[in-house]
């Protein structure tokens, strides 16, 4: 009886870090928008791991269009990819990057999108892709990693957004704990947690650092 009790409250306190999760992700990169706009720079951010991520939810939302899934089984997606564009945008105006290959590139990538939201790419095709976006997704971490220890400059890399994204990735570690064991989503979190952490940390590190 006892036991039952406390997975129930298990089970609710699971639930309430998935409504949690899901909510974070609303906003997940309002914060490091804001801080390119503030400190009016986009150095130590990685253009390439933003461009993976771009690919990664673009991917998923399409998937769970395509399928026919209720919106609100995947709203985080299509919330976050728009966030990510004007993130995008910011850093390529920072960088001054924002040239006739980068208007080019942002052509091709809406014809891409618009193929697999409007059914032109085989639904298969989308199955194929999915299970590559966790890899992609990691890669992307690493990549902004590297960035900041390469540039050794964190200015304008928001220290929130990575903990938030560090915090929604660990939930879920919880959740997939209570609700299913499945090792291969557990392994996925728990990676994306680290990573996520170590680019929280190498961002503040080198925020102090540069204050003293």
Avoid at 14 to 40: A, D, E, G, M, Y
Wanted: glycine fraction near 4%; include cysteine.
């Amino acid at each position: 009886m006892s036991l039952h009790v406390d997975n129930s409250y298990l089970q609710v306190f699971s639930n309430f870090l998935s409504i949690i999760t899901i909510s974070i992700c609303f906003i997940l990169k309002i914060p490091q928008i804001l801080t390119v706009l503030k400190v009016k720079s986009a150095k130590g951010i990685s253009i390439m791991g933003l461009l993976m991520e771009l690919t990664s939810y673009t991917i998923m939302m399409s998937y769970n269009f395509r399928s026919g899934y209720a919106l609100l089984n995947y709203l985080e997606y299509p919330i976050i990819l728009f966030q990510e564009i004007i993130l995008i945008i910011c850093v390529l105006h920072y960088k001054q990057i924002i040239n006739l290959t980068s208007i080019i590139g942002s052509i091709i990538y809406l014809f891409i999108a618009a193929a697999l939201l409007l059914g032109i790419v085989p639904l298969g095709l989308l199955s194929f892709l999915v299970p590559l976006c966790t890899p992609i997704g990691a890669s992307s971490k690493v990549v902004q990693l590297y960035e900041i220890l390469k540039t050794k400059n964190s200015e304008s890399v928001s220290v929130v957004t990575w903990f938030i994204s560090a915090f929604t990735n660990f939930t879920r570690v919880f959740t997939i704990c209570i609700e299913s064991m499945d090792l291969t989503l557990l392994l996925n979190f728990t990676i994306n947690t680290f990573l996520s952490s170590s680019v929280m940390l190498a961002a503040y590190w080198y925020k102090h650092h540069k204050q003293e």
